[in-house]
């Protein structure tokens, strides 16, 4: 049996098999067939205990005494259907996976043997895992340890595939098998069975900065402004954002006559949190050629960005799943002697700011990790503003911090 870590893939010898997933605590387990766009057909794609059977895929229940399972016929599959990503979240609402990591075993389905197990390592406040996947590859069916977090439950993971998620109030499972389907009014498109847990909270607050933790947002009202630990989605118009932004980086002096010299680079990652590589001013070209440094500023003088890191989304390899970005004081001067330091993105070929971050509050230290941009398994990319302080004069320094914060 393997013991798979984050990104690692084996071959499936079964035909049919089982994914359980296991926690110290009751767990709701999904899974979602997906066709090459990585979305669902259809609502009835999104494979529950509500909605226990698909074609090729079905939900067991483990009864609360054994874990609940998706069991995958890759030879019932319909065609289209190229992956089956296997999901879970804690039973209790609002619980994060912290201290009780889930173990996905996956086997053969016909005997119970075990082919593989994966525990994803580091979790905090994820709500909602997609845990491993199911996925075609060149005619034979693999099976591959994902991990991906979310902070905003079940709701997050089934609109990232393309599900319909229903946004009335959460009523018990009970009450919700006990009432009577309603007929769907004519004009409406047909809507499939909703696990009540999978809705998302009311929102609080205008679509354009919600707090932390309560939702997505995304390009299509124009530039956002981000708060730090806020996320935005690099989708508009429902298509995500493939081609070449620019992360612009800038600062001031706190002290009027006094020169800052900051340095910004970009640390781009694997998918089991690996170092890929570094862009800062002595390595100006990175990932042949999709990412790439404007050049050191030795001053911060001068209104706009000091430093621009271009990176061309569409043809970043396909094994970096994560970018960093980070700034350094190489000189040993802390942040506390900087000014309106800030991050912004900007579209490269029409100059249009997207995103903003603007650095309120500063820290006595000499690095600071700006925003990452991390490619999620839909295919879309997201930025988080980050606002962390580190201990280190050079980018060197910063590759495990970064990693660490991934």
Known sequence: MTAMTP???????????????????????????LGANGKVRSDDDFIFY?????????????????????????????????????????????????????????????DGSPLATFTPPSLTTETALVVVEIYLRNGAWKARAVGQGYANGLAGIATDFGVSVDEEPSVP?????????????????PVAPVDPRVAPPAPAAPPAAPAPGTGKINLDKGRVSLQ??????????????????????????????????LDASVIAYGPQRNHLDSCYFGKLTILNGSV???????TGEGAGDDEVITVDLGRLPAEVSGLVFTVNSFSGQKFTEVAKAY???????????????????????????????????????????????VKSRTVRGMVKPAAQAL
Not at 351 to 357: A, M, T
Request: glycine share 10%.
């Open 343 to 389: 991050c912004r993105l900007l579209d490269a070929a029409t100059g249009e700011e997207l995103v903003r971050f603007d650095l309120t509050t500063a820290e006595p230290q000499t690095g600071v990790m700006m925003a990452k941009l991390i490619r999620q398994f839909s295919g879309e990319w997201e930025m988080t503003a980050m606002g962390e302080f």
């Open 50 to 110: 509500n909605q226990p059977a698909g074609p090729g895929v079905t939900y067991r229940s483990g009864g609360g005494t054994a874990p609940d399972a998706i069991l995958v016929d890759t030879g019932a599959l319909p065609a289209g259907v190229e992956r089956i990503v296997v999901t879970a979240s804690p039973d209790a609402a609002g619980q994060t996976f912290q201290g009780i990591e889930p173990t996905a075993t996956i086997r053969n389905a016909d």
């Open 173 to 189: 499972p009970a009450a919700a098998q006990a009432a009577p389907p309603a007929p769907p009014a004519p004009p409406a498109p």
């Open 292 to 298: 790439k440094h404007s050049g050191d500023n030795l």
């Open 228 to 261: 730090k630990n806020q996320t935005v989605s690099l989708v508009k118009g429902g298509r995500p954002l493939l081609s070449q932004v620019k992360m612009g980086l800038g600062w001031e002096p706190a002290y009027r006559g006094k020169d800052i010299d």
């Open 7 to 33: 990104g690692s893939n084996i071959p499936l010898t079964a035909t049919r098999v089982a994914v359980d997933v296991a926690a110290p605590v009751r767990l709701d387990v999904s899974g979602l067939l």
